[in-house]
């Protein structure tokens, strides 16, 4: 699941996901309340296994998208990676991303490839 509100940036990491041939599926959010809906309507069979948001978004924040996403039960949310993305450079971005347990890890658009492929074989989600 990609949630960013740039509609290039959606595109540019769909396209980085499929070149890896890591994903079965790729669904896109250009806004969070959107994929925060899908999320509470369906069941654990039906979630992503990973979740790119950005930080900075109209609407919802991804920082707010992680508060009402904490909301879920553990149930659905625990086979559930997130990695939160974003432009800024923001120390206080990056602390408050790392911080939370929910967050897998910071990634700095536009996303390093390699970077990201890397981050998955370490955490064994491919």
């Not at 540019?12 to 806004?31: G, H, K, L, R, S």
């Not at 990634?107 to 970077?115: D, S, T």
Request: charged share 25%; net charge negative; proline share 5%.
């Amino acid at each position: 699941m990609l949630i960013d509100d740039n509609k290039i940036d959606l595109f540019i990491n769909n396209q980085f996901i499929t070149q890896m041939n890591i994903a079965d599926a790729i669904i896109e959010y250009p806004v969070a309340v959107e994929a925060l809906n899908i999320l509470q309507e369906n069941d654990a069979s039906k979630w992503p296994d990973l979740i790119l948001c950005d930080i900075h978004m109209p609407v919802m924040s991804g920082f707010k998208f992680l508060e009402e996403y904490a909301l879920l039960p553990e149930s659905l949310r625990k086979n559930c990676n997130i990695i939160m993305i974003s432009s800024s450079l923001d120390e206080r971005d990056r602390v408050k991303a790392l911080e939370n347990p929910m967050v897998l890890a910071l990634l700095e658009k536009p996303i390093n490839v390699a970077e990201l492929k890397r981050l998955l074989e370490k955490e064994n989600l491919i």
